[in-house]
């Protein structure tokens, strides 16, 4: 995974399908997600917007009958290619989830836990990974004095911090989070939302929102997924998702280019 391709990109989805089975989920996604950018994935429920981005990573690959059609590039090499290492993919590419998952470890071995699995065994060596991550995740402050202590014990924002310290202390390029303020009160989504426009400066983040003002506040692009519906032959309903549009955030909320993504931004339907 070392050829470069084009360096305004970060990743390049090309005519992607994802199927569960037989039932297509979404369909014919193209889209450049672009380095050291936010881009958002917004759309109602059941429109795909986190399968696309559990794509980006190989985690459909732990749902045994989901499978990936297309092209997703990284650095020009097709993720899905036969010779590509899931799990370096998602070293990679790191992910943030929904809810806050600390390892039932303590603080420094939630952060030291990946550079371990890598390889790294030098204390020193470790204490400044854990430092440099629990800075880099606005958390350092708050528990530099505690470090043996449960990252289970911690708030909910604070776990959620916990996890994207975990994250980028196995240096990945790409970040992406599923809904990571969902279940945190304002306060803490404030403070995650400080925390990935100062993050955008060293990785490039893709965040999946239900939050439509969360995704003016931190994108810069903003992808917008619709469902499509289709009448069997014996009268039931096939859906599944597709982009609808992709453009900057301030022009895709401003100046939608589809009375679809206009009805959702304001509210008149999802």
């Known amino acids: 995974m070392s050829s470069n ?8 989805i090309h005519n992607m399908k994802v199927f569960y089975g037989d039932k297509l989920a979404v369909d014919g996604v193209t889209l450049p997600i672009l380095r050291n950018k936010i881009t958002a994935f917004i759309g109602p429920s059941g429109c795909g917007k986190s399968t696309v981005l559990r794509a980006l990573n190989r ?8 499978r990936v059609e297309g092209q997703i590039l990284f650095k020009g090499k097709d993720l899905y290619g036969p010779n590509v290492d899931a799990v370096e993919v998602r070293r990679r590419i790191g992910m943030v989830f929904q809810k806050p ?12 836990y990946g550079p371990r699995l890598l390889g790294v065994s030098k204390k020193g060596v470790l204490d400044e990974i854990v430092e440099a991550s629990l800075k880099g995740a606005f958390l350092w402050d708050e528990v530099k004095g505690d470090l043996k202590k449960s990252g289970l014990a911690l708030s909910g924002g604070q776990q959620q911090r916990l996890c994207i310290a975990r994250t980028i202390a196995v240096e990945p390029e ?8 969902s279940a945190l009160d304002p306060i803490a989504t404030q403070r995650i939302e400080e925390l990935m426009r100062e993050l955008v400066a060293n ?9 439509m003002q969360q995704a003016t506040r931190v994108s810069d692009y903003t992808a917008f997924y619709s469902i499509h519906k289709q009448e069997t032959e014996m009268g039931k309903e096939n ?7 992709y453009n900057e ?15 959702y931004i304001s509210g008149r339907f999802g």
Not at 239 to 245: D, Y
């Open 5 to 12: 391709g084009s360096s305004a990109h970060a990743i390049e």
């Open 59 to 66: 985690m459909n690959d732990l749902i045994p009958s989901a």
């Open 101 to 112: 998952n600390p390892f039932p470890k303590s603080i420094y071995d939630n952060v030291a």
């Open 174 to 181: 790409v970040i992406l989070m599923d809904e990571p303020c």
């Open 203 to 211: 990785y490039t983040i893709v965040i999946v929102t239900h939050n």
């Open 239 to 245: 859906r599944w998702g597709i982009l609808a549009e």
């Open 249 to 263: 955030t301030v022009k895709l909320f401003e100046q939608p280019q589809s009375q679809e993504t206009a009805d």
